[in-house]
């Protein structure tokens, strides 16, 4: 029993040491982002205002409002983009079908 008692003790003092010495941490976000020049880096350069309204409004066609590169730069660097898709009242969104993949 007076064996245990050593290796139990010094189990946790390894424990506590490598503990304290684990750190992990999100990188900066503005590491993610490539910033052109002479463009300043604030709230408005992270926020898109393209889509505010768009669901306040129903459409007589369908409609597509989209945030690229070319409305939104702050998507530089980061390989995505969005898209609202608004299809009228009494529209219809059809199925996705690929002909190829169900051979």
Known sequence: ?????????????????????VVASDPDILSDFIVATNTSVDGKFFTSTGARGVLTKFPQNFTLTKATLNEFPALNGQCVSYAVLQFPSDGLNP?????NSCS
């Open 1 to 21: 029993m007076n064996s245990i008692k050593p290796i139990s003790s010094f189990l946790f003092l390894l424990a506590l040491v490598i503990a304290q010495n």
């Open 95 to 99: 199925p996705l079908v690929l002909l």
